[in-house]
Nanobody, 118 residues
Framework: QVQLVESGGGLVQAGGSLRLSCAASGSIFSIGAMGWYRQAPGKQRDMVAI???????NYADSVKGRFTISRDNAKNTLALQMNSLKPEDTGVYYC????????????WGQGTQVTVSS
């Protein structure tokens, strides 16, 4: 059993910044890649940014240069620094992590709402 707890969402004006965080706890013995996913109103859940255990990152084209994903393996935490926010960044942001085991699987956080006003 793995639990992901997210925080940092809220309402911000266009051009502003927010920092999301995610803390993993529970039966974690082997953590793999972690990432942030976003579900905008009326759309599917899409990848925003991912980061491997070694620190390699990948970003959706729409957030490149504005968002920065990071992780602290010692603390089992994940963060997303979001700068120069745009109204189209609005949505529910979900934390995700892969956990090793007999059958590796991913876990999802509860999601945190980010609303960017114009």
């Amino acid at each position: 059993q793995v639990q992901l707890v997210e925080s940092g969402g809220g309402l911000v004006q266009a051009g502003g910044s927010l920092r999301l965080s995610c803390a993993a706890s529970g039966s974690i013995f082997s953590i793999g890649a972690m990432g942030w996913y976003r579900q905008a109103p009326g759309k599917q859940r899409d990848m925003v940014a991912i980061i491997t255990v070694g620190g390699s990152t990948n970003y959706a084209d729409s957030v490149k240069g504005r968002f920065t994903i990071s992780r602290d393996n010692a603390k089992n935490t994940l963060a997303l620094q979001m700068n120069s926010l745009k109204p189209e960044d609005t949505g529910v942001y979900y934390c995700n992590t892969w956990v090793g085991g007999i059958t590796p699987r991913s876990y999802w956080g509860q999601g945190t709402q980010v609303t960017v006003s114009s």
